[in-house]
DNA sequence: TTAGGGTTAG
């Protein structure tokens, strides 16, 4: 009797939930005659109850008991049913919930307590699912209800628990079915838990579900997410029927596993097999052509999408744009971003972040304000993109700026979004500021990407002692060096000319298991090269265990042109020739060592060599960062409205550099100018001024981040290493072609043969 | 009444 009061104040205190859902219910459905047919039944039902809310016992005595107690308990169920489809709020939930377990309903109907489970997973709260699930479990219980609750776990990330679950049936005498693999395989595939996979492989293989479409499908998943492609790649291959899940699943593991060729030659027979692709399909088709950066094909990948109507799918279009982001076809991706009708976080994310890949930071940034201004709100994915365009700009403003607006926005600042301001305070010259970051990470939240981040920091900023004092406090906090640790400390030893330490840096990488890679002893020729080490730099080279890069070439053509070695020069630039005969940087370097031991004849032969090619140099640019703006300066540029300044600026540091010690590297200036210009023009554009400016710990009001040497005449656009324009002064340059008369800010050029 | 494949960053 309890019971059944307690039932009629629960559906009293629903009756405004149910009767506010039915409002919603689509008058066109098909399934209005029924629902109102329910509501009908209910609302008669609750009226005779309202009448009568007193129910005297001896008047329920005479009733059919079991005629009412089992019309009672469908209306509940139907009630509660009907509740939980349109529920969208937890309060609500927690309020059917209650009511169900009051009433005892809860174990006996476990479709309902299902029901609940989902609807508890749906709003992230898996406790309150387990418990649910608990109730139940000890009066009746079947596959179903399990699945129900690994699938809750399984989707709500919660996928230890997921499998202690499937563990826990194992034991029991419930046994899994084609259900319950899916989910326990995608509670594995999500944590690479690679054993655990293996041991539910082997449970549907003894159960005899390993032939079932959805568990091949999620053993070739889970295989593949394990790193296995291969193993994924054998269950694919023996499979008697395959759908384009299927397909897919196996094409986005070869796609994952960076095996780009082996995705789209899959894509191929899928097509062949007469299976249709579907938007998920070209998602993962255009990722594999990212990484062949082929835009032919990404071409066609994106005229079939257009042609099978893909491209109204916001994912489609977002992968397009990345596709042609990794293509580096800028333009082709703005296009598709500016054509699409629809544009989500992710469509934004891809475009900010093309711009980046390709080095239009500065576009990132104006697109960053439109999507602002559009209302669209910048996640972490977002900020890490901006940051790392801050940092590539090394314009501390607009850093700054940018992490204040992540404050403000309250984005979440994870460890990844951290290490990346870090790294972008430390790129843009703040480096006290990046080590008061690392710093306020707890030392147990210190990944090797945060030691990585402030050791780099440190070697840029030329104190290489303090890089090496980070790297063994990084080895006493327990964290494990990577290749990336041997890459930022061999450039630290490099930078600051610690030549010992370097070389103990680099026999010390097997002893923790990781292997020199071409990068590795690119930092090593550098180092010793630029110590003048030609010939151990050269040994270095020739006793590589892997093939030449033509990064170490071009490590010892820099040391050959900087110490005038030209014999040894012209082997390094003949490997380049040959590993890249298309970069015309190598070139220009040969025929500056040529040019600085006055042998024009080879000088002519290279450049010619050049022009044969059709090859030119890219003009190189200084980034500066004046007030609020940054700016690309040239050579001799007094278009930028800021020019007297920063000529005023780089001429006093150039007198500090003197004062502390610093002597310029004339050697390879051309002979027609005079001496002191010739120290004038390096004083502008040594990579050793942005090293001094660190060193120094200047703090002008211009921050000046020299990324590169200035090379451009500004008549005849030609690129050329070391020729600059005096302030003020003429001054007469020879390079290989031209006499080039720079005067006032501008140049003009004659052959001079 | 419960199922398998996807895009941005690092």
């Known amino acids: 009797m309890s019971n059944s009061r307690c039932q009629l104040t ?48 001896s008047s329920l005595a005479s009733l059919n008991t079991n005629y009412a107690f089992n019309s009672f ?213 255009a990722s594999a052509v990212g990484q062949l950066g082929d835009t032919m094909k990404a071409k066609i990948v994106h005229a079939y999408a257009i042609c099978n109507g893909f491209l109204a799918d916001v994912s489609v279009e977002n992968a397009i744009i990345a596709m042609y982001a990794k293509c580096g076809n800028v333009s082709k991706a703005r296009l598709v971003f500016d054509l699409m009708e629809e544009r989500d976080g992710i469509s934004w994310n891809s475009m900010l972040s093309c711009y980046t890949q390709n080095g239009q930071a500065s576009e990132a940034l104006l697109l960053f304000e439109e999507m602002l201004d559009s209302g669209c709100k910048p996640n972490p994915v977002t900020a890490l993109i901006m940051v790392s365009a801050c940092a590539y700009l090394g314009s501390q403003h607009l850093g700054r700026k940018l992490h204040n607006l992540v404050i403000d926005e309250k984005i979440k600042i994870d460890a990844t979004l951290r290490n990346a301001l870090m790294d972008m305070y430390a790129k843009c010259g703040d480096l006290d500021t990046a080590t008061r970051i690392f710093n306020d990470i707890h030392l147990s939240e210190r990944n090797a990407t945060s030691w990585n981040v402030v050791i780099s920091g440190y070697g840029m900023h030329g104190y290489g002692k303090e890089a090496l004092n980070l790297f063994s406090q990084m080895l006493q906090a327990g964290v494990e060096p990577d290749h990336i640790t041997f890459t930022s400390l061999l450039s630290a030893c490099g930078h600051a000319g610690l030549i010992d330490e370097g070389r103990k840096c680099f026999a010390d990488m097997k002893k923790h298991s990781v292997t020199p890679q071409a990068k590795h002893y690119a930092c090593m020729v550098d180092m010793l090269g630029r110590a003048g080490l030609l010939n151990e730099a050269f040994d270095m080279i020739q006793q590589m265990p892997i093939p030449q890069s033509d990064g170490v070439w071009g490590a010892l053509l820099l040391a050959c042109r900087i110490h005038g070695d030209t014999e ?84 006093s540091m150039a007198v500090e550099m003197k004062m502390v010690g610093y002597v310029p590297d004339l050697s390879c200036v051309l002979h027609d100018v005079e001496e002191e210009d010739k120290e004038y023009i390096l004083s502008y554009h ?68």
């Open 10 to 57: 629960q559906l009293h205190v629903l009756l405004p939930s149910l009767t506010k859902g039915s409002k919603k219910h689509d008058p066109g459905s098909r399934n209005k005659p029924k629902v109102m047919h329910r509501l009908g039944s209910w609302h008669r039902y609750h009226f005779h109850v309202s009448c009568k809310p007193l129910v005297n016992p």
């Open 73 to 285: 308990h469908d209306l509940t169920e139907n009630l509660c049913n009907r509740l939980l489809n349109s529920c969208n709020g937890s309060a609500l939930l927690k309020q059917i919930h209650s009511s169900l377990t009051a009433s005892g309903i809860i174990k006996r109907n476990s479709h309902l307590g299902a029901q609940i489970i989902i609807k508890y997973a749906k709003f992230g709260d898996n406790n309150s699912a387990r418990s649910v699930f608990d109730t139940i479990l000890g009066d009746k219980s079947n596959s179903f209800l399990w699945n129900t609750m690994i699938r809750a776990y399984a989707n709500g990330g919660c996928h230890v628990e997921a499998l202690e679950l499937y563990s826990f049936m194992r034991k029991t005498d419930i046994a899994p079915n084609n259900y319950t693999f899916p989910f326990v395989l995608k509670a594995c595939a999500s944590k690479s838990l690679i054993i655990e996979g293996k041991v539910v492989h082997g449970d549907a293989i003894r159960t005899g579900f390993d032939f079932d479409l959805y568990v091949e499908a999620a053993l070739v998943d889970m295989y593949a997410k394990c790193g296995q492609t291969d193993e994924g790649f054998k269950i694919f291959d023996k499979m008697l029927m395959r759908d384009l899940v299927c397909w897919t699943a196996m094409i986005t593991a070869y796609e994952q596993a960076e095996q780009p060729h082996k995705a789209l030659l899959l894509f191929q027979k899928m097509q062949l097999d007469g299976v249709l692709a579907d938007a998920v399909a070209i998602v993962s088709v």
């Open 568 to 651: 040894l020069g012209e082997i390094a630039a003949r490997s380049l020739f040959q590993l890249e005969p298309e970069h015309a940087g190598y070139y220009v370097l040969m025929s500056n060592i040529y040019a600085a031991s006055n042998r024009w004849q080879e000088v002519g032969k290279l450049r010619q060599d050049m022009k044969d090619r059709g090859l030119r140099k890219p003009s190189a640019f200084s980034v500066i960062e004046f007030g609020k703006e940054v700016h690309g300066f040239l050579t001799a540029d007094r278009v930028n409205p800021y020019w007297q300044e920063v000529y005023r600026k780089v001429e």
């Open 686 to 753: 040594s990579e050793k001024l942005a090293v001094a400016f660190g060193i120094m710990k200047i703090d002008p009001e211009i921050a000046i981040h020299i990324t590169k040497n200035l090379r451009i005449c500004s008549d005849c656009h030609s690129a050329f290493k070391f020729v600059s324009y005096v302030y003020g002064r003429k001054i007469v340059v020879r390079d290989a072609n031209r006499f080039h008369h720079f005067q006032d800010g501008t140049c003009s050029c004659n052959d001079y043969w």
